[in-house]
């Protein structure tokens, strides 16, 4: 009788680390996998930027920030066929997905905003807009423009019209999966 309780005995030890062992396992893969995500990476940013042809020299060109993610730039517009434009990829070298959660442009103030247009257009001519989508492992080139309005004549112009302090950037969120 000793000898089946004891077989009893172990059979049970037995099943319970089993148990103890896949349960264990499935803890560590969990945590691993959790971890793996944790670890992927999200990274996007501007690069490459380039000044377009015929564009005016700018008191201080565009350039982007230490993080990559804002450009800055002072531009001269003396004549109305004076314009500032770069161009500069968005790129997604991240394993996520990344959406435009929002687009700043600096305010052009109340005489500005009557003479000039400011737009962010991908280089096929659509508009960046918000919800835009940037794949993992793509990018996408987009041109801003800074110029005087189509009619616009230099009689027209106030004196803070010409220097134009502007920054650029665009805010991502992350798309799930």
Request: proline share 1%.
């Amino acid at each position: 009788m000793r000898r089946g309780h004891t077989f009893n005995f172990l059979s049970i030890f037995l099943v319970v680390l089993v148990i103890l062992c896949i349960f264990g396992y499935s803890l560590l893969s969990t945590s691993l996998v959790n971890s793996k995500k944790d670890e992927m990476l999200w990274d996007v940013s501007f690069k490459d930027l380039s000044i377009v042809e015929g564009s005016v020299d700018a008191i201080v060109p565009a350039d982007i920030s230490r993080t990559g993610t804002e450009i800055n730039y002072i531009a001269n517009l003396i004549n109305t066929d004076d314009f500032y434009a770069f161009e500069v990829d968005i790129v997604n070298e991240g394993e996520f997905d990344a959406k435009v959660s929002s687009i700043f442009k600096d305010s052009l103030n109340y005489n500005q905003q009557k003479y000039l247009d400011y737009d962010v257009l991908y280089m096929n001519g659509e508009l960046v807009n918000t919800n835009d989508i940037i794949k993992a492992g793509k990018k996408r080139r987009i041109v801003v423009t800074v110029k005087y309005k189509d009619g616009v004549k230099l009689s027209d112009l106030s004196s803070d019209i010409s220097s134009i302090n502007l920054s650029f950037s665009i805010n991502f969120e992350q798309v799930n999966n």
